[in-house]
């Protein structure tokens, strides 16, 4: 006799009362702007990054150059001085609407 595992689901329940989403919005989109405000700062003493070939050659050159990892100094200021530990889908983001503000501007 065989027994399907089930898969275990946990629901999860969180009260937010309305002001804290409100604050959490706004903080969130602060640190957005922040982390983009930042990329241009970078491109723009990098534009040589936006002649790759690209979005995602773009995306990964620009991302070596403002986040540290074990393999990878940063060239100028390390993304983590905004905000320590941002998400790396966050960081990208931010990466990739500023690539496009600055491709725009050029």
């Not at 804290?20 to 003493?45: G, H, M, N, P």
């Not at 050659?57 to 530990?85: M, W, Y």
Request: net charge positive.
């Amino acid at each position: 006799m065989s027994k399907k595992a089930g898969k275990l689901q946990k629901t999860i329940k969180y009260r937010i009362l309305q002001g804290d989403i409100v604050s959490l919005v706004r903080s969130t989109a602060e640190l957005y702007r922040a982390c983009v405000r930042f990329c241009l700062w970078v491109l723009k003493d990098h534009l040589e990054v936006l002649d790759l070939g690209g979005m995602k050659h773009q995306q990964g050159a620009l991302e070596r150059l403002i986040h540290k990892t074990k393999g990878n100094s940063v060239v100028s200021q390390d993304v983590n001085a905004i905000a320590p530990n941002i998400p790396a889908y966050f960081r990208r983001a931010a990466i990739n609407a500023a690539l496009g503000i600055a491709q725009s501007w050029l």
